[in-house]
């Protein structure tokens, strides 16, 4: 059972354009978390999606950020207009049922010159 | 809120020394545990749960034990190896929510030979 798969592994873009960073989850999962690992720091959650349906997206931004888990394909995290700050390691995750230990993908470092 | 308080690190010992990472947390619901470990370059694995009080998750030689009265829990291990050397996460999930993860901001373990 191959595990949760994300890519690209490393993303270089420059400001102003746009990121798109795709997870797959493990088969048969159906639920995907986002965090985001900013230098030396935990990580933040950032979204929890379900096969079609965004169930929490507190965590976050409210410009430039989205998120979507459609009903075929890998989940996308997709940036918009990135900024410096934007630079970090972004991890998916994913469980089967949304109440058990959530098994994390080797994560998308995004770098911004 | 809910939030998870580690040990600063970083944290430097001798190959079979004795390991402690000291993990508190506040939540508004009652959480489960965990201690995820992040190696170089790599996406965080699960090394341990509890889920409920007085539990005690182990792995690998690795202990913690869920202290609802002290809202603790701990990571130990007797005797450390230079493959443990590695960032260690303590963090929660609260049920009934979205079951997304708070993380501490992780400490860095490093075992000399």
């Known amino acids: 059972n191959a595990g949760v798969m994300q890519n690209p592994r490393h993303l270089v873009r420059r400001r102003g354009q746009e990121a798109r960073l795709r997870c797959s989850p493990m088969?048969?999962?159906?639920?995907v978390y986002w965090y985001r690992q900013l230098p030396e720091e935990g990580l933040k959650f950032m979204v929890y999606?379900?096969?079609?349906?965004?169930?929490?997206e507190s965590g976050m931004p409210k410009e430039r950020f989205s998120a979507e888990f459609p009903k075929e394909g890998p989940s996308i995290l997709r940036i918009q207009q990135v900024v410096r700050g934007d630079s970090a390691a972004y991890f998916c995750a994913s469980s089967p049922r949304g109440i058990d230990e959530q098994y994390f993908g080797p994560g998308t470092r995004l770098t911004v010159t | 809120g809910n939030s998870v308080t580690q040990m600063e690190g970083p944290v430097t010992l001798s190959e079979e020394a004795f390991l402690t990472i000291n993990c508190t947390y506040t939540a508004t619901g009652y959480p489960s545990l965990f201690w995820y470990v992040q190696y170089p370059g790599e996406g965080l694995q699960l090394l341990l749960k509890?889920?409920?009080?007085?539990d005690k998750g182990s792995n690998k030689g690795f202990e913690a034990t869920y202290r609802k009265e002290t809202t603790s829990f701990h990571l130990e291990k007797g005797s450390v190896q230079v493959s443990d050397s590695a960032v260690y996460f303590c963090?929660?999930?609260?049920?009934?929510?979205?079951?997304?993860?708070?993380f501490g901001k992780g400490t860095k373990l490093t075992v000399n030979p």
């Open positions: 963090a929660l999930s609260v049920r009934g929510g979205s079951e997304k993860l708070v």
């Open positions: 088969k048969g999962h159906s639920h």
């Open positions: 999606l379900q096969k079609e349906n965004i169930i929490d």
């Open positions: 509890a889920t409920k009080a007085d």
